[in-house]
């Protein structure tokens, strides 16, 4: 059923948001609140693409967006990471806002009304099960890349670079390149995932990436267990499945969305206070 | 009725997927199999205050239909699905009509919903309807999306050739909220005033979270116009109008259906002279079935109903579906998106009993406006283009 | 445009329309220094004063005084629970500061659905008209509103400092906003003075949001949007430096006002994120980002 699989594809994108932001956050130490701005950063840039350069095939917009996402970073970061590792949390989230209000003014980018008429890519009854399997394939990929990431020699610089900076940069490693290579690699991917949801949902409304889209995946990455691998899946599968099934509760419109909302934060309040490493445990 | 109506559901169903057909709807046996409509709206959020009063016009309509009949002795099951006007919602919304309630058709409202959901129509070929949403851009959304509500286009062109050609404003100042609602309907009343021969001295748009208006004010104040014609929600309205009057800024103020509002009258009182509104429904005075749903929500939930033109629509949708749906069956259709689509348009001119006659032209329709303005205190008719 | 009575008229509404803004701000600014949290359960407590207060003067039939007293109660109480049985419980387990984020916004998102569930979602003001009377004074439009508003947030400001300079409580938060091990070594208790600056935050809070709802209209979900405000003001003024974070929201609303004279307003916004995101990079000031205490 369409709907299934459109909530599937979901949680798809959200896994490879998740994680990547997972890496960023969780692996890299970096705080920052602007993943949802990078997720619209390859959005908009392969609708844009999509929708005025016709010629481009959709991998290439995708891989475009991905690009843009990963220029993006690597500028904010630069600048920020400059002053200071905490810096960057406060600059990501001026330029999440600013972005975002850039994205709302522009009239190319459709205003506040949103990117509309994204070209179709596939068409007839498979559409649905092929995009599944293409996001699936790219949430496992993330995934796995992030894992390989972590658990090889990268890994244990990146860790050493986290828990001791300053020891780290004594011993003559550059922190803050890898820092900025790990924000790009995040970033990029998020981007990645952008290109993807405007392929499948072929609207984009600028209120979808907004701040508090930062605190969902962020839940979700607490919930799985930061630090785990895998983690951000099973955050990604609870957050999106969750609300869902709710509304099959048939309960009374005018207070289906509040008790949606009140046993979904419940849930997240309880596994803070009891489970705080997620359910997958991790680092504490 | 052909033999082909008294096949057993599964056995259509399995035909109908052989032969490839989109949703089918399961035409049934003689009985009172329902006949399942579905209208997404706003339940909860911020746009829930119209968006429950439109589901309890559904409500009323498909009593009524129902007591009435129904669709050929089959009744209507009223379906409405939460949106809260967000896009993303709006788009669960839809492939839960299309993928797990299977229907042919489906109604929806507020622009970005509307547009978020056209792909999926479009793909599925399930007919759209836009009952309330009044972007100009719905009419070029697709082959599936229609709309029985008139768009931008209709109301602000009248209401701007109105202001300069019989109120004889000849300078205006147009203060929009900057969302979807307000930036194509303010082009238009700029566009139309100033093809009329008047001019726009200011031209302001406004951050949907604004809550501090004075600066633009102050800008359209020394602009020195004649008229003031504020587009924005039900939200942030009155709060423009009372900090232009706190700013003492005396021009009438003419605005569109999102101020037709009691409460707005309530939460400006004085300051709400003069105030001129546009209606897409008949009012009382026009149309009698219009006094009798009043009396009906004051009996049935104690109050006027917030937006009471759009719930007006709401209701007549249902009667709409009903003639939709005689004239598939008539002809010997099952109901699918195409087949409903072709009635709509073969039938072209519908007569509702809230909101009178309504003529679908392509993908637009065309109806009167009707002017109201506030004198002491209360609306009252002005005007019907 | 560029008179002086329009300057001025500006200028006004811009400090007056500024003023709920500065008191959230303060609130939330006076947490971070002390507690050196990022307190966004305060987008909760600020949900809890509106409701609290409306339902006093429409559920109740109160009169303002008994629903400001009711709004105070109110939040101030939870404000007092969120401290000690969800932020002291995570600070006693060590946990990050991604975990204090993460709770304190669920835990807002939490309260908000609650509201959402009892009152709906129809904006509401807490007065039926949202007009003030107005008098004319050179020109300039002051009304009762702006009065109270300036009124409000200049003494809160004022009682504030001599709380903080010159009572032994407020010698006490600055001396745990310093250094809270060093302070728990001459005896003063870092949990009281978390406390205190939770009741102190939930009155700032409580007036804030009156002026707020008495100007326009309030639903569930604004106090995600207000808490915003607070952070940037504060983060503009200067982690733990307070009246530098009031001095910094009065400047941005004023940037915001005087902007229109140049700019369409529909820019205001992105100018203020602009020149955020400007200064932080350009101008460090030495913002010390000093995370959770023990």
Redesign the interface.
């Known amino acids: 059923m369409d709907y299934l699989v459109t909530i599937a594809v979901l949680i798809a994108i959200y896994t490879i948001l998740a994680s990547s932001y997972n890496l960023v956050i969780g692996y890299g130490g970096l705080s920052t609140v602007a993943h949802p701005i990078f997720f619209a950063i390859g959005a908009y840039t392969t609708g844009l693409l999509a929708v005025h350069v016709p010629f481009i095939p959709p991998v290439g917009n995708v891989v475009l967006g991905m690009a843009a996402a990963v220029v993006a970073s690597v500028l904010l970061a630069g600048s920020a990471l400059r002053v200071s590792g905490d810096y960057l949390l406060i600059a990501s989230l001026g330029f999440q806002l600013g972005l975002l209000q850039l994205l709302k003014n522009l009239e190319f980018t459709g205003g506040p009304g949103g990117l509309s008429a994204i070209p179709s890519t596939i068409v007839g009854p498979m559409r649905g099960p092929l995009f599944l399997a293409i996001c699936g394939a790219a949430a496992l990929a993330c995934v796995f890349a992030v894992r390989t990431i972590v658990n090889g020699p990268y890994g244990r610089a990146i860790s050493a670079m986290r828990d001791e900076e300053l020891a780290f940069t004594a011993l003559g490693r550059n922190a803050m390149s890898m820092k900025i290579a790990i924000f790009a690699i995040g970033c990029g991917m998020a981007g990645g995932a952008g290109g993807l949801y405007a392929y499948y949902f072929q609207y984009l409304s600028p209120d979808q990436f907004d701040v508090l889209a930062s605190a969902a995946i962020l839940t979700m990455v607490v919930l799985g267990g930061m630090g785990t691998a895998f983690g951000p899946v099973v955050g990604a599968i609870l957050l999106l499945a969750i609300p869902q099934a709710i509304t099959f509760l048939q309960l009374p419109p005018a207070i289906m969305a509040p008790t949606q909302g009140i046993i979904f934060t419940v849930l997240v309040l309880l596994f803070l206070y009891l489970r705080p490493s997620g359910i997958l445990g991790g680092k504490a | 009725m052909t033999a082909r109506l008294i096949l057993p559901r599964r056995k259509l169903l399995a035909t109908a997927a052989a032969t490839g057909l989109a949703a089918p709807f399961v035409a049934r046996a003689q009985g009172k199999e329902p006949i399942k409509l579905g209208s997404a709206l706003p339940l909860t959020g911020s746009q829930a205050g119209y968006g429950n009063d439109f589901a309890a016009s559904w409500r009323m309509g498909v009593k009524d239909v129902n007591d009435a009949g129904g669709v050929n002795g089959r009744p209507f099951e009223l379906i409405t699905l939460d949106t809260q006007a967000d896009p993303q919602l709006g788009i669960n919304a839809a492939n839960r009509y299309i993928q797990v309630e299977k229907l042919p058709m489906f109604f929806t409202a507020w622009s970005a919903v509307v547009k978020a959901q056209a792909p999926i129509a479009n793909r599925e070929k399930v007919l759209e309807i836009n009952a309330g949403a009044n972007s100009p851009e719905i009419a070029t959304l697709g082959d599936f999306v229609y709309t029985t509500f008139p768009l931008a286009d209709v109301d602000i062109t009248k209401l701007a050739k109105y202001v300069f050609t019989t109120l004889g404003k000849k300078t205006a100042a147009v203060l929009y909220i900057n969302n979807d609602t307000g930036i194509d309907a303010a082009k238009i009343y700029r566009d139309t005033f100033t093809e009329a021969g008047g001019k726009v001295v200011a031209f302001e748009a406004y951050d949907p979270k604004a809550t501090e208006f004075t600066g633009m004010l102050l800008k359209a104040r020394a602009a020195n116009p004649e008229i003031v014609h504020i587009h924005g929600l039900t939200a942030d309205t009155p709060q423009v109008i009372a900090q232009m009057r706190q700013l003492g800024m005396t021009q009438r103020v003419t605005s569109y259906s999102a101020a037709y509002n009691p409460k707005l009258l309530q939460q400006l009182g004085a300051a709400a002279e003069g105030l001129i509104v546009t209606s897409l429904a008949p009012g009382v005075n026009d149309n009698p079935n219009v006094g009798k749903f009043l009396e009906r929500w004051k009996t049935e939930q104690n109050r006027v109903p917030n937006g009471l033109p759009y719930c007006q629509y709401q209701y007549d949708m249902v009667v709409f579906t009903k003639m939709l749906y005689e004239y598939v069956e008539k002809k010997g259709q099952p109901a699918t998106g195409e087949t409903l689509r072709d009635a709509l348009l073969a039938i072209k001119e519908f007569e509702l009993p809230m909101t009178g006659k309504m003529i679908i032209d392509g993908h637009r329709v065309n109806k009167p406006v009707y002017l109201l303005t506030v004198e002491k205190g209360a609306f009252v008719p002005l005007a019907t283009l | 445009?560029f008179e002086p009575v329009?300057l001025l008229?500006?200028l006004w509404?811009?400090i007056a329309?500024s003023a709920p803004f500065v008191l959230l701000t303060v609130g939330f600014s006076l947490t971070l220094k002390v507690t050196g949290l990022w307190n966004f359960a305060q987008s909760g407590q600020m949900a809890i004063a509106f409701y609290a207060m409306f339902f006093a003067l429409h559920g109740l039939g109160l009169p303002l005084v008994a629903a400001l007293a009711l709004g105070g109660v109110l939040t101030c109480g939870a404000a007092w629970l969120i401290e000690v049985y969800g932020l002291q419980?995570?600070r006693d387990?060590g946990?990050d500061?991604?975990?204090f984020?993460?709770?304190t916004?669920?835990?807002s998102?939490?309260i908000?659905?609650?509201i959402?569930?009892i009152f709906?979602?129809?904006?509401e003001?807490l007065y039926?008209?949202?007009?003030?009377p107005?008098d004319?004074v050179g020109g300039i439009?002051i009304?009762d509103w702006d009065k109270t508003g300036v009124a409000l947030a200049a003494f809160a400001l004022a009682a504030l400092y001599g709380f903080m300079r010159y009572t032994k409580e407020g010698q006490f938060l600055a001396a745990v906003s310093d250094n809270a091990k060093l302070a728990e070594l001459y005896g003063i208790s870092a949990q009281r003075a978390y406390r205190v600056t939770a009741v102190i935050s939930g009155l700032f809070i409580v007036a804030a949001m009156y002026l707020?709802g008495s100007?326009?209209?309030v639903?569930p979900?604004s106090p995600?949007?207000l808490v915003?405000s607070a952070?940037i003001g504060t983060?503009l003024g200067g982690i733990g430096r307070v009246f530098a974070a009031a001095w910094a929201s009065i400047f941005l609303a004023l940037i915001?006002?005087?902007?229109?004279?140049f700019i369409?307003?529909?820019?205001?916004?992105?100018l203020l994120?602009?020149f955020?995101?400007a200064t932080?990079?350009l101008f460090?000031r030495g913002?010390r980002?000093s995370w959770g205490r023990r």
């Open positions: 445009m329009i008229q500006i509404t811009g329309t419980v995570f387990r946990s500061n991604l975990m984020f993460i709770f916004l669920i835990l998102e939490f908000i659905y609650v959402t569930l709906g979602t129809e904006p003001t039926e008209s949202i007009l003030s107005v004319i439009a009304s707020i100007h326009g209209g639903v979900n995600l949007e915003l952070v983060l915001q006002s005087f902007s229109i004279l369409g307003s529909r820019w205001q916004n992105l994120y602009g955020l995101f932080i990079l460090p913002v980002l």
